[in-house]
């Protein structure tokens, strides 16, 4: 599943409500349902979004991070962050304090 994050956010990952509805709508259902999507990986594409804020990143994924640790990490792809400034960092960051 690719979740394509600019069409969410535009340019700049700001919106921790729209970035929580993603993690609950689209995200959460493949680790409460491991049997239903058990191959199945998850695309963060950032291609597009330049920036965004840590307060975003940690509700988009922090809790699914904190509570599947690297299972998480195996099943959550994000893509295009590289070319996009300081978003790796903070994708990194969030990350790192969710384990």
């Known amino acids: 599943m690719v979740i394509h994050m600019q ?11 729209i970035a929580e509805k993603i993690r609950q709508e689209q ?8 049997s ?5 990986k998850i695309i963060l594409d950032f291609s597009g979004v330049n920036a965004g804020t840590q307060s975003c990143m940690h509700a988009l994924f922090s809790s699914v991070v904190k509570n599947e640790k690297e299972k998480a990490l195996r099943k959550i792809e994000f893509k295009n962050v590289e070319k ?10 969030v990350v790192e304090y969710s384990f």
């Open 27 to 34: 995200i959460e259902p493949l680790f409460l349902k491991p």
């Open 36 to 40: 239903q999507y058990k191959d199945e």
């Open 84 to 93: 996009n400034g300081g978003l790796r960092e903070v994708i990194q960051m």
């Open 7 to 17: 069409k969410y956010f535009g340019d700049y990952a700001q919106n921790k409500d």
